[in-house]
């Protein structure tokens, strides 16, 4: 996964997303999916994705070992976390949502721009591969455009309107 220069390794945070392969939901042999991220704060990128049938530890365990060391990650109160053997300091908050509002933010975002994703769509992947090809394209897109971002903005801190520039130009 790529990773910034500028990424503070302080703090992750970690979530999924549920949806479906081949079918929707109700639909007959419509495939559980899920779709793992992990972000780092500073700046708001994705470090790291997978996506699976299941939320196996393993998965959840080899993503986190994919990457550099943070030093504190938060997780919402799934109790698959609580196996994971995190470099750093877990912090599991299940009462709210205050330690991962910014990843659940950007889970927004995916299903915001990733039409598979939307909870009313007709659009759906057939296979797993392609859900995960669709991600990476898109999730490379948003990380360049997140830095761009953030770059302009250090430029130009006064400036308060739309940027010259949109996610669609990094696709």
């Known amino acids: ?10 703090a992750f945070e970690l979530d999924e997303i549920f ?6 939901k109700g639909q007959e042999n419509g495939i559980n999916t899920y779709v793992m991220t992990m972000i780092s704060r500073i700046p708001r990128q994705i470090v790291a994705f997978a996506v699976d049938n299941s939320k ?53 975002d995916l299903r915001h721009y990733i039409s598979g994703l939307h909870r009313k769509s007709r659009t759906f992947y ?4 392609t859900f995960h090809t669709v991600l ?9 455009f997140g830095e761009k971002k953030r770059h ?14 949109s996610i669609l130009d990094f696709l």
């Open 19 to 24: 949806w479906f392969i081949s079918k929707r």
């Open 136 to 144: 990476s394209v898109f999730i490379d897109a948003y990380n360049k």
């Open 1 to 10: 996964m790529w990773i910034s220069q500028a990424t503070d390794l302080s």
């Open 152 to 165: 302009f903005y250090a430029r130009h801190p006064s400036f308060k309107s739309d940027l010259p520039f």
């Open 56 to 108: 196996s530890q393993s998965l959840i365990q080899a993503m986190a070992d994919s990457i550099p060391a943070a030093e504190k990650y938060y997780t919402d109160g799934y109790r698959g976390y609580g196996n994971i053997i995190f470099p750093g300091c877990h912090i599991s908050n299940s009462h709210d949502k205050s330690d991962t509002h910014l990843i659940e933010s950007i889970n927004a």
């Open 126 to 129: 057939r296979s797993l591969e």
